[in-house]
């Protein structure tokens, strides 16, 4: 899931899950005059992340989903299955506000978007484009050979991807009862951005 946005003019980066490290993160942005901050996921906090992603995907994406695909999101998105993949070396960075999770991104093999989830009351205020252009530029560092970021959309987020960059390179599929389309957005070659930050501790 990602807010609508202008296009992106930052270098980017998407298994066949729907739409996700180094970091020092830094309070860069402010709605209603509090602090957006942006930081790493840390060991221990996959129970909060994932009861805030699945409650975001309810309201926006499951209800596109037939009753097997929530059940397969829901395996794929709870605490135990995050924390296994955080073990394994995925990124995960989270948007909060007043210490609450309001955004956070997944990428794995630092090319794929696996989660992208924002608050509604939050979206249309570029948390998405700033999670996903903070996560493209660690990626970036670990892995300077990376050429595109994949995702595999929900339908209802294909919009706003495309609006960042995005172009679907399939059609669109269904598994386990999952409807998503294969994106990917291309990076520029010249590395950094000058839009991207890297985040500081909140």
Not at 58 to 66: D, H, I, N
Not at 81 to 101: H, K, M, P, W, Y
Not at 148 to 166: C, D, E, H, W
Request: proline fraction near 5%; charged fraction near 25%.
């Amino acid at each position: 899931m990602i807010e609508q946005g202008t296009p992106a003019r930052w270098p980017s980066m998407a298994t066949r899950e729907p739409t996700a490290l180094a970091v020092s993160p830094k309070t860069l942005m402010r709605s209603n005059s509090t602090p957006i901050c942006y930081r790493p996921m840390k060991s221990g906090e996959q129970a909060a992340v994932a009861d805030f992603v699945l409650r975001v995907f309810a309201e926006f994406v499951g209800p596109l989903y037939s009753q097997e695909g929530i059940a397969q999101f829901k395996k794929f998105a709870c605490a135990g299955a995050l924390a296994d993949r955080f073990r394994a070396g995925n990124l995960f960075l989270l948007a909060e506000s007043g210490q609450r999770i309001i955004g956070v991104i997944e990428v794995r093999q630092h090319s794929h978007v696996g989660l992208l989830f924002v608050e509604k009351s939050f979206q249309r205020k570029g948390i998405a484009r700033e999670l996903l252009g903070r996560s493209v530029e660690i990626c970036r560092k670990r892995n300077p050979d990376i050429q595109r970021i994949t995702v595999n959309s929900s339908p209802n987020a294909v919009a706003a991807y495309q609006k960042i960059g995005f172009k679907a390179v399939e059609e669109e599929q269904l598994q386990n009862g999952m409807r998503f389309l294969p994106m990917e957005l291309t990076l520029e070659n010249n590395g950094s951005n000058r839009r991207v930050k890297s985040a500081d501790a909140c």
